[in-house]
């Protein structure tokens, strides 16, 4: 057969690499097994696959040599290409049968599954091999495991925009059909939802409407589909519900295939599906890879997923050519409340990186009526520069504002309280419990754009943002500062561990007020701790117009943070968006204005390429310095509190406590309820470490002095270390006494008696 330019360009490359690991990456459709069975062989070569139908599939490539096959009860027998399935092969009885250099190369077909330890066994095995070359569409697995133990580099890549605006694969148009489910609720297993989750929420209202969508788009044109179902009682579902819109005799045109389908009957399907007897096959994640049927030309998808993979793995099966065949038609199955947008739903536009979120009801009606790369491309430059299109801008901001509005609207007629308002707009945070990276203690959100997967806040107003890891784990890290009215950034390249690191360092270098935002532990100190009041009155203010009978029951300080911090982010896009709603004149000043700082950004990364990394190593050696300062200032701090600690201990047993006091004397103001809030949330702490203080006293009526007295107090106490079976009390008598005391001899210094139970 006759190699295409890019096919013969990557023999090229990998014909003249040293020994080593290599991966390559080549779009579904762009001829990847015809491509490795055309490296030039060095000496014996062993291809590794996952699924029974890859072992046999390359040997139609392979016409001058000799093809055994490794699995089930077949055995090779020393020929010079080897196909084997990885499950058999990665038995010990299996691999004995070798010597550890009985091959030179070995190809690793679907190579994104190569970081399983069955993979990493046979390659470890046959230490004598020269290459390891991995080939796969998806370089991304599921689980978000690098291929770093396998692999050393990407040596070729071809993605799927190359392919289509090559003329290599098929143009892609899509459709969107709104069906009655949510994702709401819907946890993730992995990288992806929960298939049991997902069951749950398929019901009856959503198969009819993927059945009418069928009849009305895909059967009334003979268009050949393959429909991808959550699970195989979906696919029953499915089947006998499309077969009675049919009539009787076009019942054999609709089939079913899942795991558990038998194999000659699986092959009949397949045939008949390529030969046009059979118009739709209804599967169940089992034509996802490996499977070649040119003559699809339309996907139809009711598995919602969140995995960018396993989508484009399922999307692969209908872009390649075919004589014929217009384009791949890609029907999405998806939630009408919005939620698809909120859960990362992937559907067609995100392969090009389009949120269909942004997207009018008239964009979607355009996007369904010409190619999908070439309207996911103009939407991207208005969007990117965010001034050829500013109604879409402000669309963007009404959903923003309206989606919220709405979660106000019904937490409020259900349940008027604050608590529940927080717990509404959950479903806006994409906190760390979803995020399938450990970043130790630091707080962090996931986000939709893989240029900025995780973002960390530090600050209230400094942002750090990493990307999405490669299969080769490296990452671009981006800060976002504001100092001195002015946004500064800081773009550098390199690996997801040692991002991690640098963003941490940051982070520690705030003071230690700012902690609360990106520490998970002491998140969670404002997520057990009741709002205090100061923050319960800023609350009345931002929601005046909902009332002023809105509970705080049960109301944390970080719920009530950030409440707070979402007014005050949709009073700011209002804002924004009245900048926009101005005169002409006034608003073509306003877009020049954005549009010189926006060139001003995009143009920020390529002067930084070109000074080099020097600029950005600086900044590193900064933050590494001012983390490096903290910590020695942690650990004097810690060493005061272990001192502080056996200062405790030896007290103990005089049951007396002495500590020096910096009040300022001031006896005669009313402490302020920020005071008190404070207060009583440093005793709450204590009480969790056994440290209780007598009821009976009228915290209300002391003043300003007293107050400070009591918490340098509770601070003092906060880090000793008693015993878990024994508890202080101490005594109201003891600090009332000593604070008047105090008051009177203006003394720095108190003696504090306790009960030891």
Same mark, same amino acid.
């Given at each position: 057969?006759?190699?295409?330019?890019?096919?013969?360009?990557?023999?090229?490359?990998?014909?003249?690499?040293?020994?080593?690991?290599?991966?390559?990456?080549?779009?579904?459709?762009?001829?990847?097994?015809?491509?490795?069975?055309?490296?030039?062989?060095?000496?014996?070569?062993?291809?590794?696959?996952?699924?029974?139908?890859?072992?046999?599939?390359?040997?139609?490539?392979?016409?001058?040599?000799?093809?055994?096959?490794?699995?089930?009860?077949?055995?090779?027998?020393?020929?010079?290409?080897?196909?084997?399935?990885?499950?058999?092969?990665?038995?010990?009885?299996?691999?004995?049968?070798?010597?550890?250099?009985?091959?030179?190369?070995?190809?690793?077909?679907?190579?994104?599954?190569?970081?399983?330890?069955?993979?990493?066994?046979?390659?470890?095995?046959?230490?004598?091999?020269?290459?390891?070359?991995?080939?796969?569409?998806?370089?991304?697995?599921?689980?978000?495991?690098?291929?770093?133990?396998?692999?050393?580099?990407?040596?070729?890549?071809?993605?799927?925009?190359?392919?289509?605006?090559?003329?290599?694969?098929?143009?892609?148009?899509?459709?969107?059909?709104?069906?009655?489910?949510?994702?709401?609720?819907?946890?993730?297993?992995?990288?992806?939802?929960?298939?049991?989750?997902?069951?749950?929420?398929?019901?009856?209202?959503?198969?009819?409407?993927?059945?009418?969508?069928?009849?009305?788009?895909?059967?009334?044109?003979?268009?050949?589909?393959?429909?991808?179902?959550?699970?195989?009682?979906?696919?029953?579902?499915?089947?006998?519900?499309?077969?009675?819109?049919?009539?009787?005799?076009?019942?054999?045109?609709?089939?079913?295939?899942?795991?558990?389908?038998?194999?000659?009957?699986?092959?009949?399907?397949?045939?008949?599906?390529?030969?046009?007897?059979?118009?739709?096959?209804?599967?169940?994640?089992?034509?996802?890879?490996?499977?070649?049927?040119?003559?699809?030309?339309?996907?139809?998808?009711?598995?919602?997923?969140?995995?960018?993979?396993?989508?484009?793995?399922?999307?692969?099966?209908?872009?390649?050519?075919?004589?014929?065949?217009?384009?791949?038609?890609?029907?999405?199955?998806?939630?009408?409340?919005?939620?698809?947008?909120?859960?990362?739903?992937?559907?067609?536009?995100?392969?090009?990186?389009?949120?269909?979120?942004?997207?009018?009801?008239?964009?979607?009606?355009?996007?369904?009526?010409?190619?999908?790369?070439?309207?996911?491309?103009?939407?991207?430059?208005?969007?990117?520069?965010?001034?050829?299109?500013?109604?879409?801008?402000?669309?963007?901001?009404?959903?923003?504002?309206?989606?919220?509005?709405?979660?106000?609207?019904?937490?409020?007629?259900?349940?008027?309280?604050?608590?529940?308002?927080?717990?509404?707009?959950?479903?806006?945070?994409?906190?760390?419990?979803?995020?399938?990276?450990?970043?130790?203690?630091?707080?962090?959100?996931?986000?939709?754009?893989?240029?900025?997967?995780?973002?960390?806040?530090?600050?209230?107003?400094?942002?750090?943002?990493?990307?999405?890891?490669?299969?080769?784990?490296?990452?671009?890290?981006?800060?976002?500062?504001?100092?001195?009215?002015?946004?500064?950034?800081?773009?550098?390249?390199?690996?997801?561990?040692?991002?991690?690191?640098?963003?941490?360092?940051?982070?520690?270098?705030?003071?230690?007020?700012?902690?609360?935002?990106?520490?998970?532990?002491?998140?969670?100190?404002?997520?057990?701790?009741?709002?205090?009041?100061?923050?319960?009155?800023?609350?009345?203010?931002?929601?005046?117009?909902?009332?002023?009978?809105?509970?705080?029951?049960?109301?944390?300080?970080?719920?009530?943070?950030?409440?707070?911090?979402?007014?005050?982010?949709?009073?700011?896009?209002?804002?924004?968006?009245?900048?926009?709603?101005?005169?002409?004149?006034?608003?073509?000043?306003?877009?020049?204005?954005?549009?010189?700082?926006?060139?001003?950004?995009?143009?920020?990364?390529?002067?930084?390429?070109?000074?080099?990394?020097?600029?950005?190593?600086?900044?590193?050696?900064?933050?590494?310095?001012?983390?490096?300062?903290?910590?020695?200032?942690?650990?004097?701090?810690?060493?005061?509190?272990? /001192? #502080?600690?056996?200062?405790? &201990?030896?007290? *103990?047993?005089?049951?007396? +406590? $002495? =500590?020096?006091?910096?009040?300022?004397?001031?006896?005669?103001?009313?402490?302020?309820?920020?005071?008190?809030?404070?207060?009583?949330?440093?005793?709450?702490?204590?009480?969790?470490?056994?440290?209780?203080?007598?009821?009976?006293?009228?915290?209300?009526?002391?003043?300003?002095?007293?107050?400070?007295?009591?918490?340098?107090?509770?601070?003092?106490?906060?880090?000793?270390?008693?015993?878990?079976?024994?508890?202080?009390?101490?005594?109201?008598?003891?600090?009332?006494? /000593? #604070?008047?005391?105090?008051? &009177?001899?203006? *003394?720095?210094?108190?003696? +504090? $008696? =306790?009960?030891?139970?």
């Amino acid at each position: 057969m006759e190699l295409r330019p890019y096919q013969k360009e990557c023999i090229e490359i990998i014909d003249n690499l040293p020994k080593g690991n290599h991966l390559i990456v080549m779009a579904t459709g762009l001829g990847k097994t015809a491509t490795f069975a055309n490296f030039k062989r060095r000496g014996r070569v062993l291809i590794l696959s996952h699924r029974d139908e890859l072992v046999r599939q390359p040997q139609k490539y392979f016409e001058d040599a000799t093809y055994g096959v490794e699995k089930a009860d077949e055995h090779s027998n020393g020929e010079e290409i080897v196909s084997a399935s990885v499950q058999s092969l990665s038995k010990d009885s299996r691999l004995k049968r070798y010597n550890v250099n009985d091959f030179d190369t070995i190809i690793i077909d679907e190579a994104h599954h190569a970081a399983a330890e069955s993979y990493k066994k046979i390659i470890r095995y046959f230490s004598g091999a020269n290459r390891v070359i991995g080939v796969t569409a998806t370089p991304k697995r599921g689980d978000n495991i690098r291929l770093t133990d396998v692999f050393t580099d990407i040596v070729f890549s071809k993605d799927l925009r190359w392919g289509i605006e090559n003329g290599y694969l098929s143009n892609i148009r899509c459709q969107e059909v709104s069906a009655n489910y949510t994702l709401k609720g819907v946890k993730k297993a992995g990288d992806d939802f929960s298939i049991r989750d997902l069951n749950k929420i398929m019901n009856d209202e959503t198969i009819v409407t993927t059945a009418k969508a069928y009849m009305e788009l895909c059967h009334k044109k003979e268009r050949h589909v393959l429909m991808y179902a959550v699970s195989i009682q979906q696919c029953k579902i499915l089947l006998e519900t499309i077969r009675k819109m049919l009539p009787n005799d076009q019942h054999d045109t609709i089939q079913m295939l899942t795991g558990s389908t038998e194999k000659d009957e699986r092959i009949k399907i397949l045939t008949d599906f390529n030969n046009g007897s059979v118009k739709c096959i209804i599967n169940c994640m089992v034509l996802t890879e490996g499977t070649d049927l040119p003559v699809c030309d339309t996907i139809v998808n009711v598995r919602p997923t969140c995995s960018d993979s396993l989508y484009q793995q399922m999307v692969g099966r209908g872009t390649r050519l075919y004589k014929g065949k217009e384009y791949c038609l890609v029907i999405d199955i998806v939630p009408n409340d919005g939620t698809g947008y909120e859960r990362h739903l992937c559907t067609a536009p995100t392969l090009f990186g389009v949120n269909p979120g942004v997207l009018s009801d008239k964009k979607k009606k355009k996007m369904q009526e010409m190619d999908l790369l070439t309207f996911c491309d103009e939407i991207s430059i208005e969007l990117a520069e965010s001034t050829k299109n500013i109604d879409l801008f402000i669309q963007s901001v009404d959903r923003f504002i309206s989606e919220r509005q709405e979660v106000i609207n019904n937490a409020i007629s259900s349940e008027p309280s604050y608590k529940a308002i927080y717990e509404g707009f959950q479903r806006f945070t994409h906190v760390q419990e979803e995020c399938d990276i450990e970043f130790g203690d630091l707080y962090v959100e996931t986000l939709p754009d893989e240029k900025h997967r995780y973002r960390i806040k530090p600050n209230w107003t400094d942002e750090i943002y990493i990307s999405q890891p490669d299969v080769l784990d490296k990452v671009t890290i981006e800060f976002r500062l504001h100092t001195d009215n002015k946004d500064k950034y800081y773009i550098g390249e390199t690996t997801m561990t040692e991002a991690i690191s640098i963003a941490t360092d940051y982070c520690i270098g705030q003071p230690d007020f700012q902690s609360y935002s990106w520490s998970k532990s002491r998140q969670k100190i404002w997520r057990e701790t009741p709002a205090s009041d100061a923050q319960v009155r800023l609350l009345n203010t931002k929601y005046l117009e909902y009332g002023k009978n809105l509970s705080t029951n049960g109301l944390s300080k970080l719920a009530a943070s950030l409440l707070i911090d979402i007014q005050q982010q949709i009073s700011k896009e209002k804002q924004l968006k009245k900048r926009f709603e101005i005169t002409p004149k006034q608003r073509q000043k306003t877009i020049e204005r954005k549009k010189t700082e926006l060139e001003k950004y995009v143009d920020f990364e390529k002067e930084r390429k070109k000074i080099g990394m020097d600029e950005f190593d600086f900044f590193v050696c900064k933050v590494r310095r001012n983390a490096s300062a903290a910590r020695m200032k942690m650990s004097m701090e810690e060493k005061r509190r272990e /001192e #502080l600690q056996l200062y405790v &201990k030896k007290m *103990l047993a005089d049951k007396r +406590i $002495t =500590f020096n006091s910096n009040n300022n004397g001031q006896f005669n103001r009313q402490a302020s309820s920020a005071q008190l809030s404070f207060l009583r949330s440093l005793i709450r702490n204590n009480q969790e470490k056994n440290i209780f203080i007598e009821s009976g006293i009228n915290f209300e009526e002391m003043s300003v002095a007293e107050i400070s007295v009591l918490i340098e107090f509770l601070h003092h106490m906060r880090d000793s270390v008693i015993s878990p079976d024994k508890k202080i009390i101490i005594t109201k008598d003891s600090i009332l006494s /000593e #604070l008047e005391r105090m008051k &009177k001899s203006e *003394l720095k210094q108190m003696k +504090i $008696t =306790f009960t030891l139970l």
